[in-house]
């Protein structure tokens, strides 16, 4: 027997737009409470777990075993959204990490096509034979993604001859194995991609010659490089469907500023995304020692803000986003040891 979900809207509200080309709009959400503070600008930064979605390269900057979570509702509560992330570093500048997400929604009604009787004027005359509005069933929707990352470090002093000299670049390259598996009911989706990410960073001061400036770091990641799919065992129509998940470039630079007189840290950053349109990322990071840091960003007319409160190596994170659906609030924890 077929299945009427007149609720599919709420289903098409987690991911924005429908199926198909955009079968991978869960995962354009993603991950951490930190990135999500500043505008989701975070590719050149990439310096905590989330990096394996950000920019996989990142975590070869991490010398520290983390651990991260992260738990946010969004629209309103209607669905749930959860992130787990470890990153492990090894010898020889290599680190290694796995990050794992998960988009759900419960309790969607569902009403069978058996209690459909005639055709919709034949039911708008006799209201007696319109559908009661209960619902027969109750089913669930889950995104996940699985992501194994491995990065390395690279240190490269660039001559610039006889007359100059050298100018210093930490050089990171990563990458990442996903698994996605779509489960809508009884019918289920898998599917596997790949990602290729890199990362520079050099000391303006040594560039310029002037000891209070910092660094500059540029970033790219290429998201499911050539296209991923995910394909449907649709359990009612016993058949395969396939919907294809875009390849997306990420750009991203960043200036990270020390102001040594107030013993604080202040990063500018600007991503843009090529997976649709073309979408630009604003953040800025404020961080005060080792204690407190303050975010905001900006991105396709929203606004985010965030905060984190660090106690030795512990890290409480926050973020604020607007959204024109409904405003979301992430919290999460990394630990460092």
């Not at 429908?18 to 310096?47: C, L």
């Not at 002037?210 to 058949?239: E, P, R």
């Not at 202040?266 to 995304?273: N, Q």
């Amino acid at each position: 027997m077929k299945k009427i979900n007149i609720i599919l809207i709420v289903l098409l509200l987690s991911v924005s737009l429908f199926a198909g080309r955009y079968a991978g709009d869960f995962m354009v959400i993603g991950s951490g409470v930190r990135s999500s503070g500043m505008g989701k600008a975070f590719t050149a930064i990439a310096d905590d777990g989330s990096a394996i979605y950000w920019n996989a390269s990142g975590i070869a900057q991490m010398r520290k075993t983390e651990i991260g979570i992260m738990r946010a509702f969004l629209y309103n509560g209607l669905a749930s959204y959860d992130n787990f992330s470890f990153c492990q570093p090894l010898p020889n500048e290599v680190t290694i990490g796995f990050n794992w997400t998960r988009l759900s929604i419960d309790d969607i009604p569902v009403f069978l096509e058996e209690h459909l009787v005639g055709n919709s004027s034949f039911r708008s005359a006799y209201y007696e034979y319109n559908l009661t509005g209960d619902p027969d069933d109750w089913m669930t929707s889950t995104d996940d993604l699985i992501q194994f990352a491995f990065a390395k470090h690279i240190h490269y002093d660039l001559n610039l001859g006889w007359l100059f000299f050298d100018v210093p670049f930490e050089l990171y390259f990563g990458g990442n194995i996903k698994y996605i598996k779509r489960k809508i009911d009884d019918s289920i989706g898998n599917g596997t991609g790949f990602d290729f990410s890199f990362l520079t960073r050099t000391s303006l001061s040594v560039l310029f010659e002037k000891d209070w400036l910092g660094d500059f770091t540029f970033g790219v990641n290429f998201q499911d490089i050539g296209g991923s799919d995910i394909t449907w065992d649709v359990v009612d129509d016993n058949s395969d469907h396939q919907d294809e998940v875009l390849m997306n470039s990420k750009l991203g630079m960043a200036l990270i500023q020390p102001l040594s007189f107030i013993n604080s840290t202040l990063t500018l950053s600007h991503d843009i995304d090529y997976i649709y349109d073309t979408v630009h990322h604003f953040g800025l990071e404020y961080k005060y020692k080792e204690l407190v840091e303050f975010r905001l960003g900006y991105y396709d007319t929203n606004f985010t803000t965030g905060l984190t409160i660090k106690y030795k190596d512990f890290s409480v994170d926050y973020a604020f986003l607007t959204n024109n659906i409904a405003n979301t609030n992430r919290v999460g924890m990394r630990v460092n040891f």
